[in-house]
T-cell receptor, first 111, second 110 residues
Framework: RKEVEQDPGPFNVPEGATVAFNCTYS??????FFWYRQDCRKEPKLLMS???SGNEDGRFTAQLNRASQYISLLIRDSKLSDSATYLC????????????FGAGTRLFVKA | DVKVTQSSRYLVKRTGEKVFLECVQD?????MFWYRQDPGLGLRLIYF???????EKGDIPEGYSVSREKKERFSLILESASTNQTSMYLC?????????FGSGTRLTVV
């Protein structure tokens, strides 16, 4: 089983739709969590951190469920410019410090 | 803003060549990383460094080596390039704000 798993998609949604991605992690020692966005042929960029209490940044909401070991990203009122790959990132303290990137979920927002 | 600069966006090299990929960051971060990214496999860690002259193997170090002679510079070396090393190579620097990636080097080995 992979340490961090994401549905690869692609998710094809119309503009204005609400879309949600989940990411599961296997190591309960995981300490911090992030969502990164990667545009086609570009580098990943930090989208938002994920806190236990959940956090929101405009149309984006991230949540963490430690009991079930998953994080989620909700995008409301999708825009064409949201089309990208969304990477789930998990930091673990396992003797040392380890960061695991998910393989990403592709999102296409259509007009 | 942290800036991570990779020396080349695109490279084409021949099998057996020695290849150097350079990465420079300007925020005095101690932590630097080299990843490769392939379709369906995501980001895989090759090597990382937590300090000058310090290096640690990541998940796929075979066929690669690294050099960190100065804090701001972390170089990835392909000792003898092979076609299975054709990939996108991403350098990253990490601090309290998370990872910042360079724009990547797309390497093709022919």
């Amino acid at each position: 089983r992979k340490e961090v798993e994401q549905d690869p998609g692609p998710f094809n949604v119309p503009e204005g739709a609400t879309v949600a991605f989940n990411c599961t992690y296997s190591n309960s020692a995981s300490q911090s969590f992030f969502w990164y966005r990667q545009d086609c042929r570009k580098e990943p960029k930090l989208l938002m951190s994920v806190y236990s209490s959940g956090n929101e940044d405009g149309r984006f909401t991230a949540q963490l469920n430690r009991a079930s070991q998953y994080i989620s990203l909700l995008i409301r009122d999708s825009k064409l410019s949201d089309s990208a790959t969304y990477l789930c990132v998990v930091n673990m303290a396992t003797g040392g410090f380890k960061t695991i990137f998910g393989a990403g979920t592709r999102l296409f927002v259509k007009a | 803003d942290v800036k991570v600069t990779q020396s080349s966006r695109y490279l084409v090299k021949r099998t057996g060549e020695k290849v150097f990929l350079e990465c420079v960051q300007d925020m005095d971060h101690e932590n630097m990383f080299w990843y490769r990214q392939d379709p369906g496999l995501g980001l895989r860690l090759i090597y990382f460094s937590y300090d000058v002259k310090m290096k640690e193997k990541g998940d796929i170090p075979e066929g690669y080596s690294v050099s960190r002679e100065k804090k701001e510079r972390f170089s990835l070396i392909l000792e003898s390039a092979s076609t299975n090393q054709t990939s996108m190579y991403l350098c990253a620097s990490a601090g309290a704000g998370g990872y910042t990636f360079g724009s990547g080097t797309r390497l093709t080995v022919v």
